[in-house]
C-alpha cells in the first residue's frame, strides 16, 4: 500500500469540495488505545536501536532524494509521484518511530513508513507547487523549524532537545516512562501533547522536503479523531481578536514591566496565603473563599500578563486578575473538599506538572518570538499560533492553581482547547494584596 493516500478513496463523498480543499494535506491519525506493555517500555530506547540505526540510513538518502526534487521541482513545477511517494514514506516513518520513542503508541513500528500505525500521518497525492517558493523553501521553513525545536516533533529535533535537556516531546518521553511502568497506561493528556506535536513536525518535515508546499498549521486539536478536552476546574475561554496593533507589539517587553515589578510585591502577600490556606486545607479539608479568591486573582494575572507578553493575547491585562477582564481569560471553579494528604503532599506531587510546564514554557517563548515577528510583519497574529500559545499558557495556569491549592485536580496535559468548564463556578471579585 503506499503512502500518499488519495481524498477521493478514503474521504466520504459527503464531505463538501471546499472542506477538502481547505485540510491540511498532512494530517495526524491517532487511533490509539494507551494501554502500554510495561516489557516493551522498560525496554524501549534498546528496542529503538535497529531503527536509530536505519533512521540514519534513510535519512541520508531522503537527503538526497529531496534534493534532486528540487531541482525538478524548479524546472516543472511538480514532484514526480515516484520521489513524492518515496519521501512521504521517509515522513511518515519518522512519525511512526517518535511516537514509539515517547510512548505516544505501542506497537514496533514498520521500518518502510507504509501501513498504518496508531499515531500515523496522512499525505495527499503530490499537486503543483510554485516554484518561487520551493526555490526559498529553506528560508521559509525557518519559523516552523524554530516551532519544531519547542515542541520535539521530529526525529532529528527531538535528538537535539534530549542533548539539551529540553522540548516537548522528549519531557514527556520521560514523565510517561514512569507513568506507563507504573500504570501500564500512557496518561491521555500526555499522549495528545505528543501527537500534536509529531503531527506538527510531520508536516514541517513534508514541507521542507517538498512533499506538499502547504505551511505546517499549528493549530493544537486538528487530528483524525479530534480529540476531547475533559472538564477541568480550570479553564481558558477565549474570545480575543487576531489583529495587533504595531506600535503595541514593538514595545511588548517594555510595557510589561509595571506588571512585573507589581506581580512581584504581589508574591510576597500570595505565599503567605498560600501558607495560610494549605494549614487551613489539612485542618478542614477545604481552602477557605476569601483565600481562594485572593490566590485565584493572583493566577489570572499571571494567565493574563502571559498572554500580552506572548502577543497571544492583544489587549493591555489589568493589574487585579478580575474574572471575565481579560479576552483571553482563566475561570476557575469554586473551593471544593480536597484530601488532606494530598495537600501535604502537594509539592511533591507536583514536580511532573512542573517539568511539564517548563517544556510548554519553552513553546511559549517559541511562540512569543514567531508572534512578534509576524505582528509586526502582518499586524495579525496567526491563529494556530495565537491557540497553541493559549494551551501552553493554560498548562502553566492549570499547575500554579494546583500548587496554590486552588484545584485538587491535576493539570491536564493535553493542547486541545475545545472543552467544557466544571462547575460550579463563581465570579471571582476583585483582589489585591
Same mark, same amino acid.
Given at each position: 500500500m503506499g503512502n500518499s493516500r488519495a481524498p477521493a478513496e478514503n474521504a466520504p463523498v459527503s464531505i463538501p469540495a471546499e472542506v477538502l480543499r481547505r485540510r491540511h494535506p498532512v494530517r495526524l491519525v491517532v487511533r490509539d488505545e494507551l494501554d502500554r506493555r510495561r516489557l516493551t517500555v522498560l525496554f524501549r530506547l534498546v528496542l529503538a536501536i535497529p531503527h536509530l540505526v536505519w533512521l540514519s540510513l534513510y535519512a541520508s538518502a531522503a537527503i538526497v532524494i529531496a534534493f534532486v526534487t528540487w531541482l525538478i521541482v524548479l524546472v516543472i513545477g511538480r514532484v514526480p509521484k515516484s520521489l513524492h511517494r518515496f519521501l512521504a514514506n521517509y515522513t511518515r516513518y519518522t512519525a511512526h518511530l517518535l511516537a514509539y520513542l515517547c510512548?505516544?503508541?505501542?506497537?514496533? $513500528?514498520?521500518?518502510s513508513g507504509d501501513g498504518s500505525y496508531p499515531v500515523d500521518v496522512e499525505i495527499d497525492p503530490p499537486t503543483k507547487q510554485r516554484r518561487l517558493g520551493a526555490a526559498v523553501r529553506l528560508v521559509l521553513a525557518i519559523p516552523a523549524f524554530m516551532l519544531s525545536l519547542a515542541l520535539a516533533g521530529t526525529a532529528v529535533f527531538a535528538a537535539i532537545a534530549f542533548f539539551g535537556a529540553g522540548g516537548l516531546v522528549v519531557t514527556i518521553a520521560m514523565l510517561a516512562w514512569f507513568a506507563c511502568l507504573v500504570r501500564g497506561q500512557m496518561p491521555r493528556g500526555m499522549r495528545d501533547a505528543a501527537a500534536y506535536a509529531i503531527g506538527y513536525g510531520a508536516q514541517t518535515t513534508a514541507y521542507a522536503l517538498l512533499v506538499t508546499d502547504r505551511y505546517p498549521d499549528a493549530t493544537p486539536g486538528r487530528a483524525d479523531p479530534a480529540p476531547e478536552l475533559p472538564p477541568?476546574?480550570?479553564?481558558?475561554? +477565549?474570545?480575543?481578536?487576531?489583529? %495587533?496593533?504595531?506600535? *503595541? +507589539? *514593538?514595545? %511588548?517587553?517594555?510595557?510589561?514591566? $509595571?506588571?512585573?515589578?507589581w506581580l512581584t510585591a504581589w508574591t510576597a502577600f500570595a505565599l503567605a496565603a498560600w501558607i495560610l490556606a494549605l494549614i487551613a486545607a489539612l485542618v478542614r479539608g477545604r481552602v477557605p473563599r476569601p483565600l481562594h479568591r485572593f490566590?485565584?486573582?493572583?493566577?489570572?494575572?499571571?494567565?493574563?500578563?502571559?498572554?500580552?507578553?506572548?502577543?497571544?493575547g492583544r489587549q493591555f491585562p489589568g493589574f487585579v486578575g478580575r474574572e471575565g477582564g481579560y479576552p483571553i481569560d482563566l475561570r476557575i471553579a469554586a473551593p471544593a473538599r480536597q484530601s488532606r494528604l494530598g495537600v501535604l503532599l502537594r509539592l511533591v506531587l507536583a514536580i511532573p506538572a512542573a517539568l511539564l510546564a517548563s517544556a510548554y514554557a519553552g513553546v511559549a517563548f517559541a511562540v512569543a518570538i514567531l508572534g512578534w515577528l509576524a505582528a509586526l510583519a502582518v499586524g495579525r497574529m496567526p491563529g494556530g499560533l495565537r491557540d497553541l500559545g493559549v494551551a501552553a499558557l493554560r498548562y502553566q495556569a492549570q499547575v500554579n492553581a494546583y500548587v496554590f491549592l486552588l484545584t485538587w485536580r491535576y493539570p491536564d496535559s493535553s493542547p486541545v482547547l475545545v472543552g467544557r468548564i466544571e462547575p460550579p463556578l463563581e465570579p471571582t471579585p476583585v483582589v489585591q494584596p
Amino acid at each position: 500500500m503506499g503512502n500518499s493516500r488519495a481524498p477521493a478513496e478514503n474521504a466520504p463523498v459527503s464531505i463538501p469540495a471546499e472542506v477538502l480543499r481547505r485540510r491540511h494535506p498532512v494530517r495526524l491519525v491517532v487511533r490509539d488505545e494507551l494501554d502500554r506493555r510495561r516489557l516493551t517500555v522498560l525496554f524501549r530506547l534498546v528496542l529503538a536501536i535497529p531503527h536509530l540505526v536505519w533512521l540514519s540510513l534513510y535519512a541520508s538518502a531522503a537527503i538526497v532524494i529531496a534534493f534532486v526534487t528540487w531541482l525538478i521541482v524548479l524546472v516543472i513545477g511538480r514532484v514526480p509521484k515516484s520521489l513524492h511517494r518515496f519521501l512521504a514514506n521517509y515522513t511518515r516513518y519518522t512519525a511512526h518511530l517518535l511516537a514509539y520513542l515517547c510512548l505516544a503508541a505501542d506497537p514496533y $513500528p514498520g521500518f518502510s513508513g507504509d501501513g498504518s500505525y496508531p499515531v500515523d500521518v496522512e499525505i495527499d497525492p503530490p499537486t503543483k507547487q510554485r516554484r518561487l517558493g520551493a526555490a526559498v523553501r529553506l528560508v521559509l521553513a525557518i519559523p516552523a523549524f524554530m516551532l519544531s525545536l519547542a515542541l520535539a516533533g521530529t526525529a532529528v529535533f527531538a535528538a537535539i532537545a534530549f542533548f539539551g535537556a529540553g522540548g516537548l516531546v522528549v519531557t514527556i518521553a520521560m514523565l510517561a516512562w514512569f507513568a506507563c511502568l507504573v500504570r501500564g497506561q500512557m496518561p491521555r493528556g500526555m499522549r495528545d501533547a505528543a501527537a500534536y506535536a509529531i503531527g506538527y513536525g510531520a508536516q514541517t518535515t513534508a514541507y521542507a522536503l517538498l512533499v506538499t508546499d502547504r505551511y505546517p498549521d499549528a493549530t493544537p486539536g486538528r487530528a483524525d479523531p479530534a480529540p476531547e478536552l475533559p472538564p477541568h476546574p480550570v479553564a481558558v475561554r +477565549v474570545d480575543d481578536e487576531l489583529a %495587533r496593533p504595531r506600535l *503595541l +507589539v *514593538l514595545f %511588548r517587553l517594555p510595557l510589561c514591566i $509595571p506588571h512585573l515589578l507589581w506581580l512581584t510585591a504581589w508574591t510576597a502577600f500570595a505565599l503567605a496565603a498560600w501558607i495560610l490556606a494549605l494549614i487551613a486545607a489539612l485542618v478542614r479539608g477545604r481552602v477557605p473563599r476569601p483565600l481562594h479568591r485572593f490566590l485565584a486573582a493572583y493566577v489570572r494575572t499571571w494567565m493574563h500578563l502571559g498572554c500580552f507578553l506572548c502577543v497571544v493575547g492583544r489587549q493591555f491585562p489589568g493589574f487585579v486578575g478580575r474574572e471575565g477582564g481579560y479576552p483571553i481569560d482563566l475561570r476557575i471553579a469554586a473551593p471544593a473538599r480536597q484530601s488532606r494528604l494530598g495537600v501535604l503532599l502537594r509539592l511533591v506531587l507536583a514536580i511532573p506538572a512542573a517539568l511539564l510546564a517548563s517544556a510548554y514554557a519553552g513553546v511559549a517563548f517559541a511562540v512569543a518570538i514567531l508572534g512578534w515577528l509576524a505582528a509586526l510583519a502582518v499586524g495579525r497574529m496567526p491563529g494556530g499560533l495565537r491557540d497553541l500559545g493559549v494551551a501552553a499558557l493554560r498548562y502553566q495556569a492549570q499547575v500554579n492553581a494546583y500548587v496554590f491549592l486552588l484545584t485538587w485536580r491535576y493539570p491536564d496535559s493535553s493542547p486541545v482547547l475545545v472543552g467544557r468548564i466544571e462547575p460550579p463556578l463563581e465570579p471571582t471579585p476583585v483582589v489585591q494584596p
